[in-house]
């Protein structure tokens, strides 16, 4: 399994859990160090995002809170908070699938590593299998009204 | 101890530590329900800044992924993974010590609350005794040379 097919069953499982679908692995030296869905509602913890979880796990699998080298996989473009932390754990590489123009703070909004204050940029590669990730978002929202 | 100098006692602890000396107070109906200083090196958890952890204590304290009508407490400008978080907490106002050109991103760099997409942006008060914290972080980085 890819890691995005892999992130993708993450999100999956999300979705099943009622929270918002959204997943993201971590892999360094080929192989998949940490994997997380969304957890904010189970865990009533509004940073529980699946970028932060699944580096958090990978930092404590790892010993070490510089990722160097690592590359993460998220289904959705990360939010402000989840970009920053991508660049406080040193992800070489960001690849994600569908772009999020209301929440995304990579290619959208604060577009947190377009500043030169950032003090680590990842190389970033947006859009892969963007439609199914969208569409698993939208089937999710039109679930919940 | 007002909450401020409560945060300025939690960057103190860190310091003695070994971490980068910040700390940050929740404060919501006059009550501090979380305070927590940064515990980067200790956990290896580059999210592990005062601010991530507090904010995650007062929401397992309350039990409530938003903390509508808190307020948050820091002794130095929130970097933009903090900015964000706080957001998403809906932190009703942050006020804040020092000033951070290098890695704050409330004033600085992304300017997280200053862009359309931010779904909540709070009222913020920055450098109440800005002098006293950014002595502390001086100190700090004088030690470590």
Do not use: W
Request: glycine share 8%; hydrophobic share 45%; charged share 25%.
């Amino acid at each position: 399994m890819d890691a995005m097919e892999r992130a993708f069953a993450e999100a999956r499982a999300a979705f099943g859990r009622g929270e918002v679908p959204v997943g993201a692995v971590v892999v360094q030296d080929g192989r998949v160090v940490a994997a997380s869905g969304n957890r904010v509602e189970e865990t009533r913890d509004p940073t529980a995002h699946a970028e932060i979880l699944a580096l958090r796990a990978a930092c404590a699998a790892t010993g070490d809170p510089r990722l160097t080298g690592a590359d993460l996989y998220v289904t959705l473009e990360p939010c402000p908070m989840c970009a920053a932390a991508i660049s406080l754990a040193r992800i070489r590489r960001l690849y994600f699938a569908a772009y999020d123009p209301k929440g995304g703070g990579v290619e959208h909004g604060a577009k947190v590593f377009d500043h030169p204050t950032c003090h680590h940029v990842p190389e970033v590669i947006g859009g892969l299998r963007e439609s199914e990730a969208a569409q698993m978002l939208r089937a999710f929202f039109q679930d919940k009204r």
